[in-house]
């Protein structure tokens, strides 16, 4: 870490503010419209607004179903995260994450295995998936100089298609009008401890602890990082950039993979067609307002699943007329101002400390 | 780097916290008093309230219902397969008394909440249960408070194919057909069956395509047909079918409808459009609604026919000046014949 050697508060809470107020602008816009909607009933306002709370955290089981919307969030969020830190746009986690998923439900009800071993091998298989499918693009990048950005969308496209086509083909449940996988087998589930959250949280927990370790405490990790934020360094001081990228795009490929894979087991037990995959697309405005820190994105993580569930009850409580796409704007807003951050510095009059002029780019460019 | 070890602790144990905290807070809003007025809560599928299709009707149908019961009427749209069961829970917390499922994709979710919530009625629309292992009726025991809401779709397929056959001066029909599925085959074999009734003679021609969304495979066998000497073509099979309409337009040729009156929903063909055969999924919606005011919703499957007015043709739109008297009024008493005799359509 560059800015280790300052005094530990003061860096942590430079590094929250923008975030934080990235948050509180984005609700504060949300009053207006809900407002104006409204009629400007302050009193329905109120009782919107309580619902977006109560279902975030407050109504029974709302604050544990909250989590379990962040869980696949986490794994697509470090994702990202691992991608921005070592110099990787990884756009693909939507596919990856439906790769990893496609593996482990073929594991989870085609492989007979004693239990414990049997959702382990089904994690690994996903981690293998979406490592495969994010090692293609870091494989054309590396050997062909393509751009990542458009080799993971175009490879979401063909996860989405080639998903499709499995379950609609060799990997359907004969049963006769549902178009899914079969169940998973029992001894693959991850169970669940509190009505809907399961222990997919834990594996999240660790993964997020796994990222922080690899990238700040291995030599593998400081090449990694090097290669993102300097490349022509990384290449005097004899690093091999082609494998790393590829490494970097694996490894991204592998989180969400696991996410997907933590999702069959733990919540859906099975594959239906037009399988879910936004996770991957949120995970962007995740890693960026996490500042691609893994306990940054697991906190994100949260507030977006906290957001997504809120936002049901919201609508209920408000009699329809207020719309839960209201959460797209704080998202679009959030997302706008942590990756603009002068934005919120100039709202806010802050002062860019003079220590660090925003440290490593996100990504390098074209070409 | 202690100080990295300390926050993950941090971080670890919020969740843990967080959830003794809530465990005994706030009541749920289910029980809330008899005398509050009873409410109707539907929740979509992943294609959201504009689709043009089940999602979209299925709330019209369902507010309408709740309106006229003087109920109280919410919804909610799930943003991926993995949040059915939630929102239905989540409906039954703020208070729904009736939950509203739009079927397909909903089955397994709508069947784990209605043994999980079973004071709780369930109305699901297009889908039905089979029958358990020994040929348990599954609406007798466990599923004691579900009804599914499904559509004799032979008899608005074989209304389709009177006129079909009554219209086309080839002598050669065709259907372009999604996934064979029950519903799917029900339509085309009701289409048949029309078809052979006013013309015995009439050549029909079928092609079942695995997937609802490939207008490209639906418009080349659409083009097939009519290159055969197909005159008609009726489209059963959501986007798929779609394609074998353009496919009709484009050849001069013309084109039936699917599930809700495409006139509307798919104006780009409306030119060649006969009529559409249609699932009025928000009539048979409003009905049930009203019967569950009534204390009179039923478990089991609940059959929209003609007869309820839960399937028939759509508006002849602009084709009312091309399909001449004779075969309207056959279509008509097509109508009459099949209220009398439902086993005309030659579909169980």
């Known amino acids: 870490m560059a800015d280790v050697k300052q005094k530990p508060f003061i860096t942590i809470g430079r590094q929250l503010i923008t975030p934080l107020l990235a948050i509180a602008t984005a609700m504060l816009i949300t009053v207006p419209i809900i407002g104006f909607t409204l009629n400007w009933d302050w009193a329905k306002v109120a009782v919107t607004y309580g619902g977006l709370l109560d279902g975030a955290l407050f109504k029974q089981y709302a604050f544990a179903n909250t989590l379990v919307s962040a869980i696949p969030l986490m794994f697509t969020g470090l994702a990202l995260a691992l991608g921005f830190r070592t110099g990787v746009f990884n756009i693909g986690a939507s596919g990856q994450f439906l790769m990893g998923a496609t593996c482990a439900v073929f594991v989870g009800y085609a492989i007979p295995l004693p239990p414990l071993i049997h959702p382990l091998v089904a994690l690994i298989a996903g981690a293998i998936g979406g490592g495969l499918w994010g090692a293609i693009p870091g494989f054309l990048k590396a050997r062909f100089g393509s751009h990542e950005v458009i080799n993971t969308i175009m490879l979401n496209y063909l996860a989405f298609f080639l998903q499709d086509w499995l379950v609609k083909n060799p990997m359907k449940d004969p049963s006769p009008t549902i178009v899914r996988t079969p ?56 690093m091999k950039i082609g494998r790393l990228t590829v490494l970097s795009l694996t490894l991204s490929g592998a989180l969400a993979g696991l996410g997907g894979a933590v999702q069959i087991l733990g919540v859906d037990r099975a594959m239906p067609v037009l399988y879910s995959s936004d996770y991957g697309f949120d995970a962007i405005p995740v890693a960026l307002l996490g500042q691609n820190q893994p306990i940054g994105v697991l906190l994100a ?52 400390p003079k220590s660090q002029l925003e440290t490593a780019p996100l990504t390098r460019g074209w070409g | 780097m202690t100080k990295k070890i300390h926050l993950i602790s941090t971080v670890l144990s919020l969740p843990l916290l967080a959830l003794a905290a809530c465990t005994p807070s706030t009541p749920s809003a289910s029980t809330s008093p008899a005398a509050e007025k009873q409410s109707v809560g539907v929740v979509l599928d992943t294609g959201g309230e504009n689709d043009k299709s089940f999602n979209e009707y299925t709330i019209k149908g369902a507010k309408a219902g709740a309106d006229a019961a003087g109920l109280g009427f919410a919804y909610v749209a799930s943003a991926g397969s993995s949040d059915y069961e939630k929102n239905i829970e989540t409906q039954i917390s703020e208070g729904a008394d009736l939950i509203v499922t739009v079927g397909f994709l909903m089955g397994d979710a709508t069947a784990a909440m209605a043994k999980k919530y079973p004071d709780t009625k369930f109305v699901i629309i297009d889908y039905a249960y089979a029958p358990g292992a020994e040929g348990v009726d599954p609406y007798t025991t466990e599923l004691k408070n579900v009804t599914s809401l499904m559509f004799a779709e032979d008899q608005a397929g074989y209304l389709a194919g009177v006129l079909a056959g009554c219209v086309s001066e080839a002598g050669k029909v065709a259907t372009v057909s999604g996934m064979e599925i029950p519903p799917v085959q029900r339509y085309v074999q009701g289409f048949q069956a029309g078809a052979k009734s006013v013309n015995p003679s009439i050549v029909t021609l079928n092609q079942y395509i695995p997937d609802f969304n490939d207008p490209a495979t639906g418009k080349s066998v659409g083009q097939s047909f009519i290159s055969q000497g197909a005159d008609i073509i009726f489209a059963v099979g959501g986007n798929t079918g779609n394609g074998g309409l353009l496919a009709a337009k484009e050849a001069g040729k013309m084109g039936i409808g699917v599930d809700v009156d495409q006139y509307l929903t798919y104006p780009e063909v409306k030119d060649s459009l006969l009529t559409s055969a249609t699932k009025n999924i928000d009539v048979a919606t409003t009905n049930a609604i009203q019967e569950f005011a009534a204390g009179q919703l039923k478990p089991g499957i609940e059959l929209a026919t003609i007869a309820s007015g839960g399937v028939g043709l759509a508006p002849y739109h602009d084709a009312e000046s091309k399909v001449s008297q004779e075969c309207k009024a056959k279509v008509t008493s097509a109508q009459a014949a099949i209220k009398a005799d439902p086993k005309i359509t030659g579909v169980k």
């Open chain 1, 301 to 352: 993580a949260v507030l977006f699943g906290a957001l997504r569930n809120g936002s049901d009850v919201m609508q209920l409580r408000s009699g329809g007329a207020v719309s839960k796409e209201v959460i797209f704007i704080v998202q679009a807003v959030i997302l706008l101002f942590v990756a603009a951050p002068a934005i919120v510095r100039w709202i806010y009059r802050l002062k860019l």
């Open chain 1, 183 to 238: 169940e998973i087998l029992a001894t693959a589930i991850i169970p669940r401890f509190y009505d809907r959250l399961h222990w997919g949280l834990a594996i999240a927990l660790m993964a997020a602890y796994g990222v922080g370790w690899l990238l700040s405490k291995t030599t593998f990790g400081f090449e990694l990082r090097t290669v993102g934020s300097s490349p022509e360094a990384a290449r005097y001081a004899g």
